[in-house]
């Protein structure tokens, strides 16, 4: 699990510095903050509120501060507790912060990222969820619960200053409420953004054009299929990208008319093809009532099969878990890994066990493992269905493209994978983050993502990302600076870009600038790294141990086996090598075993 030590791990820690005489600047008017504090305290600690320390973006209002301890470090730091419309963000006293990015520092936490606030006093500890919650004390400490497995502890010091104390939680109570109810996370805009003149391309394809799309087709070698324009104007769905691949000898009619027999629009289509010739497609469930014509049901038989004789459909869901059951499990594991956990150490790992989070991730690995045999070993077409064809399908999609696809397992190949299978397919980010307020949230993407750190530790050579890489991918989801993560759709992300006029769906092609009042720029993504991340962050992003050129001979899968799964057992001996809590998962055949079958791991394949 990638997550643990997550506080140490990524986030380059700020830098000391002794407080210097000056001014404060203008923009944050501490004067003008009620109640008054006393001019020592606004010296050491305010000064280091400016826009350049602060890195405040654009938009950004201070809504309440008090000043406080942060609690449950060694040793706990003083400062000031702030409060924003889209951030709480603790400043401690006489630091100096190295990035020049907002949210991107352990002591930030986006609105949207704040899982559950709580405020404690000496007689009682009360749980604030709504702006109607009523808190009849003046907190000694707040617990702010991250959903990234974080907790801040800050405590507040009597002397005068307690209402400061109560406005400060009742202002993240707030800010934090109307946020999710008008789901106003338009982005932010970052301060190194306005430094470049001109349009920026984005490093990764958008897939927001045809041409984007056609390059990529060429890019697989997909020869037998191509760009269907049938969804531009998003009438067939607008949970569906305005591009994507179907046969060549599909009209764009036909498609029309098959995609209404699926769910939510969602027929049949390609999602990659493997070099030696084979097809992976993904679609939605039948509508159960639907009565097809002869013709439409020729056009769905024609797309399935991709000109293939042998198709084979895989129910997704088949022996994999339902959203609750990772939703259950993601909520045992968060509270499992948190600081204040009390869970003893010797009970941690049965624990970890009874979360059921890895048997969830070994399920995904094992059903990736036989999809990818499928698509490997002989040349068929292999069709991904699910219901809503936007969680799972794209999960084991992205994971077959991993074990098959060297490629997928470089640092822009994997980007350009979840911006095409997660990000224009659909995958309803929002939603599954809870911050939409609908009960069908899970994070399916951090459980992509842990998937994806297993293949990292096991094959450690064949992938050119590291695990910190994975980390910051995972913030990304929770930081309002861009549109990449903050909608459930294409359509939506259009939308709030001002791409397309949201009442007639006609989409703009071309366009450019966001409209007025919206302080984001739409021609920013997660993938401009550098606008988010200083250079030494970035360089962390690759793996040391990377080597194209390795390569096994018996790699290619022979027959359907499985990974090697993460268990518990013979975990401890794992842990002391590595020194840290878990960096490796026992395999389910041992070394020894392998040795003597002559047949090193056929996991991942090398395309030569």
Known sequence: MWWGGRGQSFNIAPQKEEPEMGELEEDLNLSSLDPPVSEEW????????????????????????????????????????????????????GWQRR?????SSDYDFALVNIGQLEAVSSLSRVQLHRPGSLLKFIP?????????????????????????????????????????????????????????SGSRKSP????ETPEDWETERKKQGANSWRVSLVNE?????????????VPNRTLDSEVRRAFGHFHQG???????????????????GFYTASDPNKEDIRSVESMLQAGHSDVVLV????????????????????????????????????ALEGTRWLDYVRSCLRKASDISVLVTSRVRSVVLQERGDRDFNGLLSSLVQLLSAPEARTLLGFQSLVQREWVAAGHPFLTRLGVTGVSEKAPVFLLFLDCVWQLLQQFPAEFEFSEFFLLALHDSVRVPDTLTFLRDNPWERGKQSGQFNSYTQVYTPGYSHPPAGNSINSQLSVWDWDLRYSNEQILQFHNPGYDPEHCQDSWLPRQQRGLSAPTITGLQDELSRLQELIKKWTPRTSPEDRS????????????R
């Open 42 to 93: 606004v010296y050491t600690c305010g000064q280091h509120w400016n826009g350049h320390n602060l890195a405040s973006p654009v938009g950004e209002q201070i809504l309440a501060w008090a000043p406080g301890v942060r609690k449950g470090l060694e040793p706990e730091l003083p400062g000031t507790l702030i409060c924003t419309n889209l951030r709480v963000t603790f400043q401690p006293c």
């Open 99 to 103: 990035q020049e990015t907002p949210l």
């Open 140 to 196: 000694e400490e707040i617990l702010i619960h991250g959903r990234d497995f974080r907790l801040l502890r800050v405590g507040f010091e009597a002397g005068g200053l307690e209402p400061q104390a109560f406005q400060v939680t009742m202002a993240i109570v707030q800010a934090r409420a109307q946020s999710s109810q008008t789901q106003q996370y338009s982005g932010i805009t970052l301060s190194k953004a306005g430094q470049s």
């Open 204 to 207: 990764i394809p958008l897939l």
């Open 233 to 245: 104007r998003f009438d067939v769905a607008t949970s569906l990208p305005r591009y994507f691949w």
């Open 266 to 284: 969602r027929g049949p289509r390609l999602s990659w093809h493997h070099p030696g010739g084979s097809d992976l497609l993904r679609c939605g």
């Open 315 to 350: 129910d997704t869901m088949d022996e994999l878990p339902s959203l609750a059951d990772v939703q259950l499990a993601h909520l045992r594991l968060r509270a499992l890994c948190l600081p204040d956990s009390s869970v003893s150490e010797d009970k941690w790992l049965s």
């Open 596 to 607: 003597q079958k002559g047949d090193p791991n056929p996991i991942l394949s090398q395309s």
